[in-house]
């Protein structure tokens, strides 16, 4: 199913990346989307412009990451496009595009395995194993932190063969700063005032939004994107939903398969967006 722009629909996406990863990860959703005429933008959190390569040899630029300069970052360039475009994001990418829409950006947004925005305290057991290898050491709360082959397999391409794994982490896996695993995955609930991935949960006015959980994901598990909805749901009219595609990990924007996610996203976005603007000019 997809969803081509039509006068008076969204023309283009914003594609935001998670941690471990860069804008080289969307690489199949932006020929895909393009294909269907869109235009589709994929930014860099600040000084990731470069290659994934070059990113695995200069880890200070990864560790430096603040959230305030991403999301203002992805601001700049939102607020200088023509309408509001629709904007998707993956695992951290999701935190980050719920922290877009409560700031009025977008005409509407959809999270796929999202980590979550401040308040959710949901934390399986396969989530807790997949960010050991980060929290078992302190230190890595200030510097750059990877993954091995090994736990990478485990927390994002779990429903891949290990041979099928290794070639997406030779592809697209980099460290991810150190400090938004222990600061926004363990601290945050527990520090006192608005944390940096805190949200307007009762938000009445913010573009439509849509939750997708990979059924098998372990770092980000449905459990983690339900509660999430949920507190949306709880407190704000402004429609959210939830979506599970059962079976599929956390590596469900690349494993086979993919197309049918990045449908669903986009003609959701589109059919939603659509109905709001009405909505707004009646």
Same mark, same amino acid.
């Given at each position: 199913?997809?969803?081509?722009?039509?006068?008076?629909?969204?023309?283009?996406?914003?594609?935001?990346?998670?941690?471990?990863?860069?804008?080289?990860?969307?690489?199949?959703?932006?020929?895909?989307?393009?294909?269907?005429?869109?235009?589709?933008?994929?930014?860099?959190?600040?000084?990731?412009?470069?290659?994934?390569?070059?990113?695995?040899?200069?880890?200070?630029?990864?560790?430096?990451?603040?959230?305030?300069?991403?999301?203002?970052?992805?601001?700049?360039?939102?607020? /200088?496009?023509?309408?509001? *475009?629709?904007?998707?994001?993956?695992? #951290?990418?999701? @935190? +980050?595009?719920?922290?877009?829409? =409560?700031?009025?950006?977008?005409?509407?947004?959809?999270?796929?395995?999202?980590?979550?925005?401040?308040?959710?305290?949901?934390?399986?057991?396969?989530?807790?194993?997949?960010?050991?290898?980060?929290?078992?050491?302190?230190?890595?709360?200030?510097? /750059?932190?990877?993954?091995? *082959?090994?736990?990478?397999?485990?927390? #994002?391409?779990? @429903? +891949?063969?290990?041979?099928?794994? =290794?070639?997406?982490?030779?592809?697209?896996?980099?460290?991810?700063?150190?400090?938004?695993?222990?600061?926004?995955?363990?601290?945050?609930?527990?520090?006192?005032?608005?944390?940096?991935?805190?949200?307007?949960?009762?938000?009445?006015?913010?573009?439509?939004?849509?939750?997708?959980?990979?059924?098998?994901?372990?770092?980000?598990?449905?459990?983690?994107?339900?509660?999430?909805?949920?507190?949306?749901?709880?407190?704000?009219?402004?429609?959210?939903?939830?979506?599970?595609?059962?079976?599929?990990?956390?590596?469900?924007?690349?494993?086979?398969?993919?197309?049918?996610?990045?449908?669903?996203?986009?003609?959701?976005?589109?059919?939603?967006?659509?109905?709001?603007?009405?909505?707004?000019?009646?």
């Amino acid at each position: 199913m997809t969803a081509e722009p039509t006068p008076g629909t969204p023309d283009t996406i914003v594609l935001v990346h998670g941690l471990w990863m860069t804008p080289r990860s969307w690489e199949g959703w932006v020929a895909h989307f393009e294909k269907q005429g869109y235009t589709v933008l994929t930014p860099a959190y600040p000084g990731f412009e470069i290659e994934v390569e070059a990113l695995r040899e200069n880890p200070d630029v990864i560790a430096h990451q603040k959230v305030p300069a991403i999301i203002d970052h992805i601001t700049e360039m939102i607020t /200088a496009l023509d309408q509001p *475009p629709i904007i998707i994001g993956h695992s #951290f990418g999701g @935190t +980050l595009t719920q922290l877009l829409l =409560d700031r009025g950006l977008g005409c509407a947004g959809v999270v796929i395995d999202s980590a979550p925005t401040e308040g959710v305290r949901v934390s399986p057991p396969s989530q807790a194993k997949s960010l050991f290898p980060v929290l078992k050491n302190p230190a890595n709360r200030h510097r /750059a932190a990877g993954f091995t *082959p090994d736990e990478f397999h485990y927390a #994002f391409t779990n @429903t +891949l063969s290990k041979e099928e794994s =290794d070639k997406v982490y030779d592809r697209y896996h980099i460290a991810a700063p150190g400090s938004f695993v222990w600061d926004y995955g363990v601290i945050a609930n527990f520090k006192p005032g608005k944390q940096e991935t805190w949200v307007d949960y009762g938000n009445d006015e913010r573009a439509p939004l849509l939750f997708i959980a990979g059924g098998a994901d372990h770092i980000m598990p449905p459990a983690v994107n339900k509660s999430n909805a949920k507190h949306w749901q709880k407190k704000s009219t402004a429609l959210t939903e939830y979506h599970e595609f059962p079976g599929r990990s956390h590596w469900t924007c690349g494993e086979p398969g993919w197309e049918e996610v990045a449908d669903l996203a986009l003609s959701w976005a589109v059919v939603h967006a659509t109905a709001a603007a009405h909505a707004a000019e009646g």
